[in-house]
């Protein structure tokens, strides 16, 4: 009950305080208005517009009769994927073409001499322009600017962006990789075309296959005139010649052709990672140009900076008060 009296009797005592005070702190109050009320109309507008997109669950086209469900090219990205073209959105290689297309460096009013311009300008743009990850794993693209129509070209051009990036990435690796699985494809191609002109001419010669070469053996026993057996004599006589070497070169042409069937899935795939420009993103939502501004919100700013006068006077107040007790006292 003490206690809640002494309460009482202390409000009570800040409410006679604060009437003594009053048009100290109404000219505080009146002051920070104004002066806040000014302060807001010489704040640069600015016009918000804002695009929407989700990562694709895969950045490629694939050949593979196993595809996996989740690589599916209409899939929607998850939280990996998500975080990943958080990355990309937020790189360098982005944020450069983007000063350079809108030259933010003389727009911003930055001095190309300023030592700082640099720290500046990444200051300038990430208060522009903002990048989050909202909670259904979407991206939202956010621009800021003093131009409206600025604005929705801005967020549009980072969308667009977005697969121009991510394509030039993925070609750094998958390109190098095309090459060598192209030599390599191109290589095994000319061994087997090799054999088989190898096979060809020996086949000119007379070499049979094995199967065929055991019935010469047959036919030799059953022919009646000599020309006949002597054209057999001779045929014989290449196979025995030649036909270890044309069975080898048959054995070794479908080794390559395995290899290569193995080998031109992997192929493909290589090809198409490499030579193909893939969409990496779904655009639920384009940038529109704003017809609204969105900053300064005027009366929050005067409500504010008035609101704080008043408690900033009411303790500078109290301080000089608690101060003058002291010195009365000493």
């Known amino acids: 009950?003490?206690?809640?009296?002494?309460?009482?009797?202390?409000?009570?005592?800040?409410?006679?305080?604060?009437?003594?005070?009053?048009?100290?702190?109404?000219?505080?109050?009146?002051?920070?208005?104004?002066a806040s009320s000014i302060a807001s109309l010489l704040m640069t507008e600015l016009f918000r517009s804002t695009a929407i997109v989700f990562p694709a669950a895969t950045s490629t086209v694939s050949f593979s009769e196993q595809r996996n469900a989740k690589a599916s090219s209409m899939d929607f990205g998850e939280e990996e994927q998500a975080e990943q073209l958080l990355q990309i959105l937020q790189s360098s290689r982005v944020r450069n073409r983007i000063i350079e297309k809108y030259d933010l460096l003389n727009y911003y009013e930055i001095g190309e001499d300023d030592q700082n311009k640099n720290y500046k300008?990444?200051?300038m743009y990430d208060g522009h322009i903002r990048f989050e990850r909202t909670r259904y794993g979407s991206i939202l693209i956010d621009v800021l600017d003093k131009k409206p129509e600025q604005a929705a070209a801005?967020?549009?051009?980072?969308?667009?962006?977005?697969?121009?990036?991510?394509?030039?990435?993925?070609?750094?690796?998958?390109?190098?990789?095309?090459?060598?699985?192209?030599?390599?494809?191109?290589?095994?191609?000319?061994?087997?075309?090799?054999?088989e002109d190898t096979i060809n001419r020996l086949s000119l010669l007379g070499v049979v296959p094995s199967e065929a070469r055991a019935n010469l053996f047959t036919s030799l026993t059953t022919v009646k005139s000599q020309k006949d057996h002597d054209y057999i004599r001779s045929k014989i006589d290449v196979n025995m010649q030649y036909g270890a070497l044309y069975d080898g070169l048959v054995e070794l042409r479908e080794f390559k052709t395995d290899k290569l069937t193995t080998l031109e899935s992997t192929y493909e795939q290589a090809e198409s990672d490499a030579n193909v420009d893939f969409t990496h993103k779904f655009v639920v939502e384009w940038a529109v140009k704003a017809d609204k501004k969105a900053k300064p919100i005027r009366w929050i700013i005067v409500v504010v900076s008035t609101l704080a006068a008043f408690a900033a006077g009411v303790l500078l107040l109290l301080i000089k008060e608690k101060i003058d007790e002291l010195r009365k006292i000493a």
């Open 1 to 34: 009950m003490q206690e809640k009296n002494r309460f009482d009797q202390g409000a009570q005592d800040l409410l006679v305080f604060l009437w003594k005070k009053k048009w100290i702190l109404i000219i505080i109050s009146f002051i920070a208005a104004v």
């Open 154 to 195: 801005i967020a549009n051009d980072i969308v667009l962006l977005i697969d121009t990036v991510k394509n030039e990435m993925v070609k750094e690796r998958t390109v190098p990789a095309y090459e060598i699985v192209k030599r390599k494809y191109q290589y095994l191609e000319s061994e087997k075309q090799a054999l």
């Open 121 to 123: 300008l990444a200051k």
